[in-house]
C-alpha cells in the first residue's frame, strides 16, 4: 500500500490532482485506514490508465464513465474496447500529425545548415521544390503535403 505523498511522487502528479480523482470516484475500491488514503495496486494501475486516457485527450468525466464501466464487470467489455479504440486513432492521428511537424523541423535544420555552410540560401531555393537531396526531398514532401 502506498500513501498519497508516495503515489505523488511516483506519478508526478500534486496530491490535490489525486484527491481530486477520488473525489470524482476514479478509485471505487480505495482503502482508507484512519481517514487515510491508502493505494494498492487496483489503484496504481488504474491511474495509469486515468493518466493514459487524459493524455490521450480524453475529458475526465469520460475517464470516470470508463471506470464506472469497469465496476460494471463483463457486461461492458464492448463499450471500453470501443473506447480503446477511439483513444488509438486518436493517438495515431496525433503521431501522424507530430510526424508531419518533425519533418519541417529536421527539413529546415538541413535547410539553414546548407545555408550557413554556403553562406546563402540561393542554391536550397534552386533546389526547391523537385531537385533536393533524395532523404532531404522525403522529409520536405512529408511536410509540405
Avoid at 79 to 98: D, G, W
Avoid at 104 to 116: G, H, L, N, R
Avoid at 117 to 132: H, T, V, W, Y
Wanted: some cysteine; hydrophobic content about 40%; proline content about 4%.
Amino acid at each position: 500500500m502506498y500513501t498519497i505523498g508516495q503515489v505523488s511522487e511516483m506519478f508526478n502528479l500534486p496530491i490535490s490532482t489525486l484527491r481530486y480523482y477520488d473525489k470524482e470516484g476514479l478509485f471505487p475500491q480505495m482503502e482508507r485506514q484512519s481517514g487515510i488514503r491508502k493505494f494498492g495496486e487496483n489503484e496504481i494501475e488504474a491511474l495509469r490508465v486515468i493518466e493514459c486516457l487524459k493524455a490521450s485527450g480524453l475529458e475526465i468525466k469520460d475517464i470516470k464513465q470508463f471506470m464506472d464501466w469497469v465496476t460494471e464487470g463483463p457486461a461492458s467489455y464492448e463499450k471500453r474496447k470501443a473506447l480503446f479504440e477511439a483513444r488509438k486513432e486518436a493517438v495515431e492521428a496525433e503521431i501522424a500529425r507530430l510526424d508531419k511537424m518533425l519533418d519541417m523541423v529536421k527539413f529546415k535544420c538541413w535547410y539553414y545548415d546548407t545555408a550557413i555552410r554556403d553562406g546563402s540560401e540561393d542554391k536550397i531555393r534552386a533546389m526547391i521544390p523537385d531537385n533536393l537531396p533524395p532523404e532531404i526531398q522525403k522529409l520536405f514532401n512529408s511536410a509540405h503535403s
